[in-house]
């Protein structure tokens, strides 16, 4: 993957796909705005549904078409406000906001409902992510890493869309055991969607990014205008640098999480300082290594955030989660079985344990094996696990499972699950990062740290 002229040459444009198959929509556009003939379209409030596969709009300027764009006439005084949109998709924080955005809204219609995208520059859509992200309140020196960090994803992917290259198993599985009765396989592994109307989604699939609102900092504009076209590389391409809010003290491999190939910059890195972790066996590969990890809490930077750094780095929402760095989930034996029975779709009736049947070298759970009175199965990759094991998603699968035995029975009454970190843990450690730069690190070390023989390269 080389890095293409057009990068190199000019900031390149991008559609986020904010919703898609809405019922209906209401959004208020504030300044002056043309539809796709160049006709004006008046301020003021506006519905929008699908009807007969075309696009019905309600408002000062109502039309019907298959596609209705509205551009602003001038990108930094226009805004259009969107109501209703999903933020935090299946995960522990799911809500609806209204979110404001600058640049162009385009409204389609297609056979499951409306889908809804904000086109703009790259580094207009940064100031929006790393102020969602994380708060726009966070450390100088932390937003300029993450302003990299994203950039570097975001081109890493619109380069593998242009090579025509496709997301591995994306939103896919990657091996499925038969539904019949005995020891299959379920091993799925989530990436970014290979979305077919728009290049990123606006949530945690992609990158969040929640409109122009969050961004409320001048630090936040300043990040991104400091570190214009920066991205990591490694030799000669774009890094596809991944971050999490926390490793649990240590980073893990690209592998463990997503298709079996790695990545020389996205490799495990204690998160503190120096290369190994005082007082602790490597790998935590290893099962009695992992347990006695993440029975301990172990000095790192993302295990020593004070409630006053989280209360400024963290957006309002993520600061409902505070027991990221070590976690504990109990659940009855009926519990249990009733969430896998809902996630996974499979009666194990009574659940006799859960074994660690592979970890990677954060001490995250790669493979899983489930042994139930009527069914057992092995599942897998990391956010699979997360998944069957929660009604939402566990904050991550590094965690070892106590189980406490029932009366005169050889089926546990109560599992219990003490984990580790909030995320996959893969390349940067927001909450590590936060650290760092709160105690004077720059962003170049920062970005040094987690991702290991990368360099710094301005695209544009």
Partial sequence: MVIPEVIMDKEPVIRVGLMTAAREVKFVLAGAFVDGDGVPVKEGAYTAWTENGAVKLQGENAATAPVIKLTPV???????????????????????????????????ASGDGLTIINQLPVESYLVSVISSEMSASCPAELLRAHSIVSRSWLLAQLIREEDGATHSQSQTMARTGSPTVGEDEIIRWYDRESHHDFDVCADDHCQRYQGISKAFSRSAFDAVSDTRGRALVYGEEICDARYSKSCGGMTETYSAVWDDQDKPYLKPVYDGPGNEAPGHRLPLSVEVNAEDWIDSTPVAYCGVATPELLARILPGFDQETRDFYRWQVDYSRQELSDILLARLGVDFGRVHSLLALERGESGRIIKLKIVGEKRTLIIGKELEIRRALSRSHLYSSAFVTRAARGHLSDYPARFKLIGAGWGHGVGLCQIGAAVMSDRGHGHGEILAHYFRGATLKDLY
């Fill in 74 to 108: 001038d990108f930094e005084s226009c805004r259009f406000t969107v109501h209703g949109v999903k933020i935090g998709l299946n995960f522990h924080w799911e809500r609806e906001e209204s979110q404001q955005f600058q640049g162009a809204l385009t409204i389609e």
